[in-house]
């Protein structure tokens, strides 16, 4: 399943959020909701009930829930607590890895140290980006709970010391 924010004119319209599978036609993204109804006409057909979205706002559920039972989907903004020895990462945002085929979640504290994320990926939980600037974990290593997502609170990208 995805979720994306409708493309609208209308101040009202345009801060829903669709919810169903994916398409682009012709260049253009569209979310196909469960109840998309498909009609015959002689030897043709037609799906109707698309609902455009802005492609920027796409993400897939991951197919996991936070702490309080919210779906989480790609371009959500997650908290946790964490009970290891890096607890000031804490806030990042879920992404999905494709080299990797799984669903990470990109702290935005920047790493102080270089290089010391190298002997902690042992396990396979931690991985770093190319430049060893991030710490990348699996989505499954800590419970999380959703605080925004990225299209309605970008100001949550913001890279702090939180």
Known sequence: ??????????????????YGDKATVEGRTF????????AQWGKNYGIFGFIEVIPESVGQSTGLKDKAGVEIFGGDVVECV????FPDYNVGEIGYDTNRAC??????????????????AKDGQIISD?????????VTAWKFTVIGNTTDN???????DR
């Open 154 to 160: 970008p100001e949550l990208l913001q890279e702090t």
């Open 103 to 120: 669903f990470l979640v990109r702290y935005f504290k920047k790493i102080q140290q270089k290089g010391f994320l190298k002997t902690l």
């Open 130 to 138: 190319t430049t060893n600037t991030y710490m990348y974990e699996k």
């Open 31 to 38: 979310i196909i909701p469960d109840d998309a109804t498909i």
């Open 82 to 85: 964490r009970e290891d020895s």
């Open 1 to 18: 399943m995805y979720r994306a924010k409708v493309k609208s004119s209308d101040p009202v319209i345009s801060k829903r959020w669709a």
